[in-house]
Nanobody, 125 residues
Framework: QLQLVESGGGLVQPGGSLRLSCVAS????????IGWFRQAPGKGREAFLC????????TYGDSVEGRFITSRDNAMNTVYLQMASLRPEDTAVYYC??????????????????WGQGTQVTVSS
């Protein structure tokens, strides 16, 4: 089966850092775009980053600008999300999602075919 397995979430204090991993199983990430989404309780699913098959990233909105970086290691079939300067408002379930590359990046959740299971990130003192 095609799947993405996420790990790395947890509880972190404000100002702290966390690194999420998104590992593809059953397929190669080489030709896939990876989107990052998050969903806080009672809120919609928010796109905040995307990375193309060639490693070019796009940030959506201003909420994570300068704080979150996504990268990929195709040899390891893994995409990473490095989160720094975390804030309480970053608390959410974080998802990675994949879709075969057609053009640049994709912002909307319904563009993606394969989803990670989600990992909880809680930023609290």
């Amino acid at each position: 089966q095609l799947q993405l397995v996420e790990s790395g979430g947890g509880l972190v204090q404000p100002g702290g850092s966390l690194r999420l991993s998104c590992v593809a199983s059953g397929f190669s990430l080489d030709n896939y775009v990876i989107g990052w989404f998050r969903q806080a309780p009672g809120k919609g699913r928010e796109a905040f980053l995307c990375i193309t098959s060639s490693g070019l990233s796009t940030t959506y909105g201003d909420s994570v600008e300068g704080r979150f970086i996504t990268s990929r290691d195709n040899a390891m079939n893994t995409v990473y999300l490095q989160m720094a300067s975390l804030r309480p408002e970053d608390t959410a379930v974080y998802y990675c999602a994949a879709v075969p590359s057609r053009y640049g990046c994709y912002e909307h959740w319904n563009e993606y075919d394969v989803w990670g299971q989600g990992t909880q990130v809680t930023v609290s003192s």
